[in-house]
């Protein structure tokens, strides 16, 4: 695909909300909202079943260790089947699987390893799922409206998972224990109505070779991956990225509460300076792809935020790591934003799955490498190192992309 085509985006137009894209849109907003509710339910819950961090870590790692086992799978399934009909079935069972545990809730019988369970089933069937909406996008809207349409999907996903379902938290909590997760279970039955409802066109797929193989299809996605110059240093720098963004994370409420002595109120404030800074980020994303270019903006992206990270690792003050993690919020929507779409423009439309779950298997893979990297830091040389750390990533990833711009 020619670069004036695929990067630059020039002639970009804005999806038509009726139709297929509208009820997307709303599938995805309805089920990270449910999604939001049972993630900020579930540590208040594992903290009463247990005071051992190590196993209240395992819930989250179990979270993560799915992509790592499955993720590349997701995608050539995502590829070789009907993605609206493997969405909808997905979250169907889901669904099942969410209001089964609301029950096992209910009745007093959750445990740490029930928790462990459903976080592995969830993101395991995640991989499919996930893989087959960036591949299910493009049969919905033009491709000249690709970038507002993601743009949108993920402001509107910000919006109700950052300041709709936080709030709403304590007091489902203060109905029942189970009342986030029956939520959360209502929103995957409502998400798989609307997309068993669309129409997308169907795909351009060539037969597939007599006896191929899953491992070979595999194969071919991360060979057409590698062969593109631009996804190539994407991929790079998106992994790189999030081995600093996990070494950030795990640290960032001590950083807070310990270098900064901010308290919890602080922790708090920072936390919805980046859900606001993103949902800011998400509106001028496609104006900058469409002024800059899709690379150059995702360039501009990391470089603003290693600036950000630097502000928060040298200065001690909560207003500076506010306005940082604000501005950080907003340029990472604007790298997410055209990271997706150059996929989607660049991608062959048969792949579209397998590329897509390459993407997404490197970067979860990355967190847990740099959470791990961010404690080490924090607990050898001070708790405002492992932003440090992440902003010399951040450096390299910059570094990564720049011979992709003439892609």
Avoid: K
């Amino acid at each position: 695909m020619a670069a004036t085509q695929a990067v630059e985006g020039a002639r970009a137009t804005s999806p038509a909300w009726r139709g297929g894209f509208g009820r997307l849109w709303t599938a995805a907003v309805v089920s990270r909202f449910g999604d939001s509710l049972r993630t900020a339910a579930l540590p208040l819950l594992a903290t009463t079943l247990t005071t051992d961090p190590f196993r209240i870590a395992l819930v989250t790692a179990c979270g993560y260790v799915p992509w790592l086992l499955f993720g590349l799978l997701g995608g050539a399934v995502a590829d070789r089947v009907d993605q609206r009909r493997a969405m909808w079935a997905v979250d169907l069972v889901r669904g099942a699987l969410v209001a089964a545990f609301a029950a096992a809730v209910a009745l007093g019988h959750a445990s740490i390893a029930l928790l462990m369970a459903l976080a592995f089933a969830l993101t395991a069937l995640g991989t499919l799922f996930d893989n087959a909406a960036t591949a299910l996008l493009p049969s919905l809207v033009p491709a000249e409206a690709l970038g507002s349409a993601n743009a949108r999907v993920m402001t509107g996903q910000q919006i109700a998972g950052s300041f709709l379902a936080g709030p709403l938290v304590p007091p489902l909590l203060a109905v029942s224990a189970a009342a986030p997760y029956g939520a959360d279970a209502v929103s995957y039955v409502l998400a798989a109505a609307l997309v068993a409802s669309l129409r997308p066109a169907a795909p351009e797929r060539a037969a597939r070779a007599t006896g191929s193989t899953l491992r070979a299809e595999i194969r071919a996605g991360l060979h057409a991956l590698w062969a593109d110059r631009a996804l190539r240093g994407l991929c790079a720098a998106t992994t790189v990225c999030n081995i600093g963004m996990g070494a950030l994370i795990a640290t960032l409420v001590l950083h807070i509460t310990g270098w900064l002595g901010a308290g919890h109120a602080g922790y708090a404030a920072t936390i919805t300076a980046y859900g606001a800074g993103s949902v800011a980020g998400g509106l001028i994303a496609q104006r900058l792809a469409r002024g800059l270019g899709r690379i150059r903006a995702v360039l501009l992206a990391g470089a603003v935020q290693t600036g950000c990270l630097v502000a928060m690792g040298c200065v001690r003050a909560l207003g500076v790591t506010v306005a940082a993690m604000a501005v950080f919020g907003l340029m990472g929507m604007v790298w997410n934003v055209n990271l997706t779409t150059l996929m989607q423009e660049r991608a062959p439309a048969a792949m579209l799955g397998r590329v897509s779950a390459a993407f997404r298997t490197l970067a979860v893979a990355g967190a847990p490498l740099g959470a791990l990297m961010g404690g080490a830091a924090a607990a050898s040389w001070g708790l405002n190192t492992p932003a440090l750390l992440a902003s010399g990533l951040f450096v390299a990833a910059v570094a990564a992309l720049i011979p992709a711009r003439a892609a």
